[in-house]
RNA sequence: GGAGGAGUGCCCGAGUGGCUAAAGGGGGCGGACUGUAAAUCCGCUGGCUAUGCCUACGUUGGUUCGAAUCCAACCUCCUCCA
């Protein structure tokens, strides 16, 4: 960007890498030195947590309120009901009120560890959710209202449909609502709080402009959209997957000791990027980590794995991930932190085969991959490579804790309980 | 409503009566190399109480000793027409 911000936030947003794009840079800036900008976020219920696929989301909402404007968080009770097709291949299997009200419960935690929702000033923040106006809308009078604002053949030419049309995908004419309902959004939040900007993934580009384009002809306000580029890793595989799945914000989804260890394993050439987005680390420190050369990256990575652990699960669990991971690591021993399963005497009975251990303490999904990984020698127990398929497992075997690992990262332990 | 095309394993995609748990690729997992990195190379990749059994080629039935493969009906999607 060629643009020099008046404001700080704007300054945040360019200098640590978050923007990919803004309907109108210089407006946007002097609103934000004018005044307190309320700015929005939308997340769809999904799933009961948020991944790290919207950690850079819920980053640019605390940034937001660091630099003195207002996060909104709008959580997407009424659109989840939709399902938001941009860019997807297919359609989303439709979730229920109940899972979505679930969803939503489970989302909330996490965003109370980034923002501030009892500031006792204008930067305090508020959570709102989208069925409070989506849910009565009553169908005529929103076609006639809104609708009538809409042109199909624009719809028709977003980027973000334009594969399900092309291809042999369908796309339903639920799903084709979906920004409308989200430009719809927007209106509603300028016109109930005052919100000046929604920010998104580039992703939500077109759903942001709609609701910028509606809000001028229905109020005649002038808003505006802000988006943060797609994150995929230097190595092209889309954020947020890991070893066993989704990183999940939620510590109940996912340990700490993973979590942590998901950003110890950041790849080289992602390390100062992710250390400018996902901490809040002087831009200098994070440039120079990130420069770091050989095995002595691997510091910088141990930083980005504390940092950021310690904003979503606070700083005992990043300092006991941390210390677990040194121990197993570096010294290859055990550590409390590890995923662990207890076990009682009674689940255990005469003898518990090492295969049905190995599925139980979740390192793999099944009997026969546990097999196959003792047959490719990537299973040990206690450190010492399994060779024995058939190894059964008594209580006596358990007085200490049992470390499984499969492969040289993956590590449980298993307990006897009681 | 009419005509044509399509639906395969996590994904893409070959197969068009037995040799098919189904080529190839991607992804994933394990190994080597290293730095708990990347790239590269090698191997593995449906499940189970396992010399056998179960599940699987849109769904349901049928033909056959035998079907992903043939037939019928249905469902869904795509393209064109109305």
Known sequence: MTYHPKSDFMRVMIERGFLADCTDYQSLDEALVEGVVPAYIGFDATAKSLHVGSLIQIMMLRWLQKTGHK???????????????????????????????????????????????????DSKAVMINNAEWLDDLNYLDFLRDIGRHFSVNRMLSFESVK???????????????????????????????????????SDQWGNIVNGIDLTRRVLDNQIFGLTSPLLTTSDGKKMGKSLSGAIWLNS??????????????????????????????????????????????????????????????????????????REVFEKGGTGDDLPTISLTAQDIGDGISIVQLIVKAGLVKSGKEAKRLISENGARVNDAPLEDAGMMVSTDDLELPMKLSAGKKRHALVRLDG
């Open 252 to 325: 109940d989804m996912l340990s700490s000791y993973e979590f942590w260890q998901f950003w110890r394993n950041t790849t080289d050439a992602d390390v100062g990027r992710f250390l400018k987005l996902y901490t809040e680390l002087p831009l200098e420190e994070c440039e120079r980590l990130g420069a770091l050369e050989g095995s002595d990256i691997n510091d910088a990575k141990i930083v980005l794995a504390n940092e950021v652990t310690k904003l979503a699960h606070g700083e005992e669990a990043a300092k006991a991930a941390e210390a677990t991971a």
């Open 163 to 201: 594969s399900r049309l092309d291809r042999e995908q369908s796309l339903s004419f639920l799903e084709f609502n979906y920004m409308i309902l989200q430009a719809y959004d927007f209106l509603e939040l300028n016109r109930r709080y005052g919100c000046l900007l929604q920010m998104g993934g």
């Open 71 to 121: 996060p909104i968080t709008l959580m997407g009770g009424g659109t989840t009901k939709v399902g938001d097709p941009s860019f997807r291949a297919d359609e989303r299997p439709l979730l229920t009120p109940d899972q979505i009200d679930d969803n939503i419960a489970g989302i909330k935690k996490v965003f109370a560890n980034y923002i501030d929702y009892d500031a006792e000033n």
